[in-house]
């Protein structure tokens, strides 16, 4: 996925600050915290917060080791990609929707401009202050809108492509995030397998060993009984 989109995510639900954390996780897995906390030169509890930050949103997740010396935690993190790119496309939405409103609004009302002050106002606004600027007191024009609606067409369209794209690595993560699914279920299936053969071979042997113990033999092809000689044929 493309790091650009990731990085402006973060620094808009944390901060500028948090942004470098993207490079340090990305591609990895398990990354120690105070590696992190080193390589973004912060102390290992603004790195821990900004850390937890990122947990709440589902961006990172984290396991834990006992550090065996010096007997506190140390947490490992992991960038969780698919949550990443879901959030993504909430927020690209959200911009969508915004700009698509504005969009319908340029389209359908009228602005008023005060060309000293380069105050714009909608009409609403400049009815209530009689079509004069309140500032400098100069009249009002009509706002010329086609500029703003062309430029947030452009706008409009280019987040439909990032949009696009995101959804379209989404699918991605997710597939793969299935086909992991599917390799634990399987492989938990088979060890499943084993521990039952296990189990058996166990309770056999178990068997075995009270028959030896109990001084009977364990159990063998019956002796064939001494048939009473036949007798003879008569001639
Ligand atoms: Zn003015």
């Not at 939405?93 to 009228?110: D, G, I």
């Not at 602005?111 to 000293?116: A, E, F, G, Q, R």
């Not at 086909?179 to 397998?193: L, V, Y």
Request: net charge positive; glycine share 2%; proline share 3%.
């Amino acid at each position: 996925m493309q790091v650009k989109f990731l990085k402006s995510l973060v620094e808009t639900l944390v901060n500028k600050q948090a942004v470098p954390i993207i490079d340090l996780l990305i591609g990895k897995k398990h990354v120690n915290e105070f590696l992190i906390a080193k390589k973004l030169k912060l102390t290992i509890n603004q790195t821990r917060n900004i850390l937890y930050k990122l947990s709440d949103y589902g961006l990172v997740s984290f396991i834990r080791k006992k550090d065996k010396r010096k007997g506190w935690y140390i947490y490992f993190w992991t960038l969780n990609i698919y949550q990443s790119l879901n959030l993504l496309e909430q927020n690209l939405e959200k911009e969508l929707e915004q700009l698509e409103s504005q969009l319908k609004n340029r389209k359908e009302k009228r602005y008023y401009l005060c060309k000293t002050c380069s105050i714009e106002v909608a009409e609403e606004t400049a009815l209530i202050n009689d079509f004069v600027c309140p500032e400098c007191e100069q009249v009002y024009e009509l706002s010329q809108n086609q500029d703003t609606i062309t430029d947030l067409e452009k706008n409009i369209a280019k987040l439909k492509k990032e949009m696009e794209f995101v959804i379209s690595e989404r699918k991605i993560e997710g597939e793969k995030l299935e086909k992991k699914k599917d390799i634990k279920i399987k492989k938990a299936e088979t060890k499943k397998k084993e521990e039952r053969m296990k189990k058996r071979e166990i309770r056999k042997k178990e068997k075995m060993d009270e028959i030896k113990k109990s001084g009977k033999k364990a159990p063998s092809p019956k002796p064939a009984k001494s048939k009473p000689k036949s007798k003879k044929k008569k001639i």
